[in-house]
Nanobody, 127 residues
Framework: QVQLEESGGGSVQAGGSLRLACLAS????????MSWFRQTPGKEREGVAG???????TIADSVKGRFTISKDSAKNTLTLQMTSLKPEDTAMYYC?????????????????????WGQGTRVSVSS
């Protein structure tokens, strides 16, 4: 059974940093892409950053230059380093993975392209 578990969320002031981690377990095969998404009440889930198995990175314009995604394959851990946080970054953050290949790199930030999800970790940024 595929499981994803996020950790590292919390409350910080604007300008601060947080590091989110996603531990993946029980993968019967390699995931093609792993990404981070976020969601606020009443809004659709938004792709933040994605990392394909070939090393291709995709970063949303809203966080470019502030957020970094990385993966430790030996530990099955996906990390999202967030710096210069803004109040608008406040959201529930989700880790996601997909075993389905897609050619369009923009799909790395498309929620419907992913078939495995974690429960989420909450990030709150105060002004």
């Amino acid at each position: 059974q595929v499981q994803l578990e996020e950790s590292g969320g919390g409350s910080v002031q604007a300008g601060g940093s947080l590091r989110l981690a996603c531990l993946a377990s029980d993968f019967p095969y390699s995931m093609y892409c792993m990404s981070w998404f976020r969601q606020t009440p009443g809004k659709e889930r938004e792709g933040v950053a994605g990392l394909r198995s070939d090393g291709t990175l995709t970063i949303a314009d809203s966080v470019k230059g502030r957020f970094t995604i990385s993966k430790d394959s030996a530990k099955n851990t996906l990390t999202l380093q967030m710096t210069s946080l803004k109040p608008e970054d406040t959201a529930m953050y989700y880790c996601a993975a997909t075993s389905v290949w897609f050619q369009n790199i923009s799909f790395s930030l498309l929620a419907s392209a992913f078939n495995f999800w974690g429960q989420g970790t909450r990030v709150s940024v105060s002004s």
